[in-house]
């Protein structure tokens, strides 16, 4: 008769998830990359874009609602790696 073997796997894939968070143009008050959900228009925000009154500023003006989502805390990841970040979170990016 065979020997029987108890066999155990593990999964390489990590079980923890990043979730991004949503927020509006009047909202942003940390500096990062964002993405506009409905255009795919990549956003840099450095920290000094938003002291108040300091140049320069970004206004945008639309009828539609515009939702961002912030892809990172860094201002500065390359568009390759905020390209990745879009493509995990089924946003499809226009940069």
């Not at 155990?8 to 500096?31: F, K, Y």
């Not at 956003?43 to 961002?68: D, W």
């Amino acid at each position: 008769m065979p020997k029987s073997e108890e066999v155990m796997t593990q999964s390489v894939m990590s079980a923890r998830r990043l979730t991004l968070v949503e927020t509006n143009w009047e909202s942003i008050d940390e500096p990062g990359t964002y993405v506009e959900r409905g255009s795919g228009d990549l956003y840099r925000f450095p920290k000094e874009s938003l002291i108040p009154g300091a140049s320069p500023s970004v206004v945008k003006e639309s009828r539609g609602a515009s939702v961002l989502v912030k892809l990172s805390d860094d201002p500065f990841i390359t568009a390759y790696k905020a390209r990745l970040l879009c493509a995990q979170h089924n946003i499809e990016p226009n940069f």
